[in-house]
Each structure stands twice: as structure tokens, then as C-alpha cells.
T-cell receptor, first 111, second 111 residues
Framework: EDQVTQSPEALRLQEGESSSLNCSYT??????LFWYRQDPGKGPEFLFT???AGEEKEKERLKATLTKKESFLHITAPKPEDSATYLC????????????FGSGTRLQVQP | EAQVTQNPRYLITVTGKKLTVTCSQN?????MSWYRQDPGLGLRQIYY???????DKGDVPEGYKVSRKEKRNFPLILESPSPNQTSLYFC??????????FGSGTRLTVV
């Protein structure tokens, strides 16, 4: 059974204070690891897909990295508008292309 | 604009009264899926569809039905809703690389 554990559950940062979110996973045949951003009452918004260990992707202040057991979402010099819940999900080789999600990290960036 | 559209956004209903939540996508994706999101349990897959007329159960299918008569539409049907189906529901579609695009969500309350 695929499993995803995210830490911390919640994180409060000052504007400009860089940090990292962790996503540990176990999966049968990784097809992809996904990062999403979710604002309250809205649908998850796609950020990154990582396919193999060693891969990195960047978008503005966010950088996602992947190893064989975990992924990190690094946030550099965050701004208040980065406040959201960040979700990590894996897709295994079950054939039904389901995403298994973690419970998310609630990030609050204070001005 | 590429998007997944769900309706309604909010719905309050009574136990046992059949309801349908509609979902439509404009990206010509073959794959569509329904998820529910509950506090502490994260996002869980209800049903999915690989293509027109092909649907199958996800992790939590009990009490739900779906149909896929056209590529763009994938309605979720609750024939006899119960209070434990109170949740936030998301429809999603996916391209062959696995990335999901989610709708804005339907908040359902069953009293």
C-alpha cells in the first residue's frame, strides 16, 4: 500500500525566512511524485511533478527535490502570499493512476 | 483556459434524497477521477474513469456511482446520501504524464 507522510503539519515563518517541507513516501513502482498548493475552500493547484531520484524543479520561490525515500519543497524568502497548505502525492504502478496524498503542511508566512 | 468545472459549489441536502454533482473538463483528457477530502484523512479516490464507458472503483466507492457517457463529463451520483458522505468533493482530469487538474470543489452537507 502506498503511503505519504508530510512534516511538519504546520509551519509559521516570517517573511523572508527560508525553510523546507518534507514528504516521505513508500510506493510500489513510482510513476511520479506531485506537489500541489491548496488555498482554503479551493481545489489543489499543481506545482511540480518529479519522476526520478535526483530530479529537481524550480518555480519562483519554490524548489522541489526528490530522493528514493523523500521529497523536499524548499521555500526561499517566502512572502505572505505563499501562505497555503502544500500537499504531496505519489502515483504508483497500480494501473488506476490514483494519487495517494499526504495530509499536507499548513504554511503561514507573516509579514 | 484549461479547467475542470464542478457544480454546484455548495449543497445541503437531506438523508436519502438522490443528488448529482456534475463535472466537466475542456482539456480532452481521457482520464477523470473523483476524490473526497476530509480533515485528518486527506484526499481519497472515490471512482475513476480511464476513458468513455470505462469506470472503476477507487479506495472509497461505497455509496457512490459514476457514469462516463462522453469524454468531457464525469458526474458523481449519490443515490441515497447519508451524513457520513458530508465532505468536500473534487473532480479531476489527467493527462498521460499523470498530472491532475482539479476542479474548485463541491462542499456537500447531508443532514
Amino acid at each position: 500500500e502506498d503511503q505519504v507522510t508530510q512534516s511538519p503539519e504546520a509551519l509559521r515563518l516570517q517573511e523572508g525566512e527560508s525553510s523546507s517541507l518534507n514528504c516521505s513516501y513508500t510506493v510500489s513502482g513510482l510513476r511520479g511524485l506531485f506537489w500541489y498548493r491548496q488555498d482554503p475552500g479551493k481545489g489543489p493547484e499543481f506545482l511540480f511533478t518529479l519522476y526520478s531520484a535526483g530530479e529537481e524543479k524550480e518555480k519562483e520561490r519554490l524548489k522541489a527535490t526528490l530522493t528514493k525515500k523523500e521529497s523536499f519543497l524548499h521555500i526561499t524568502a517566502p512572502k505572505p502570499e505563499d501562505s497555503a497548505t502544500y500537499l504531496c502525492a505519489v502515483q504508483g504502478d497500480t494501473g488506476r493512476r490514483a494519487l495517494t496524498f499526504g495530509s499536507g503542511t499548513r504554511l503561514q508566512v507573516q509579514p | 483556459e484549461a479547467q475542470v468545472t464542478q457544480n454546484p459549489r455548495y449543497l445541503i441536502t437531506v438523508t436519502g434524497k438522490k443528488l448529482t454533482v456534475t463535472c466537466s473538463q475542456n482539456m480532452n483528457h481521457e482520464y477523470m477521477s473523483w476524490y473526497r477530502q476530509d480533515p485528518g484523512l486527506g484526499l481519497r479516490q472515490i471512482y475513476y474513469s480511464m476513458n468513455v464507458e470505462v469506470t472503476d472503483k477507487g479506495d472509497v466507492p461505497e455509496g457512490y456511482k459514476v457514469s462516463r457517457k462522453e469524454k468531457r463529463n464525469f458526474p458523481l451520483i449519490l443515490e441515497s446520501p447519508s451524513p457520513n458522505q458530508t465532505s468536500l468533493y473534487f473532480c479531476a482530469s489527467s493527462d498521460p504524464l499523470g498530472g491532475y487538474t482539479f476542479g474548485s470543489g463541491t462542499r456537500l452537507t447531508v443532514v
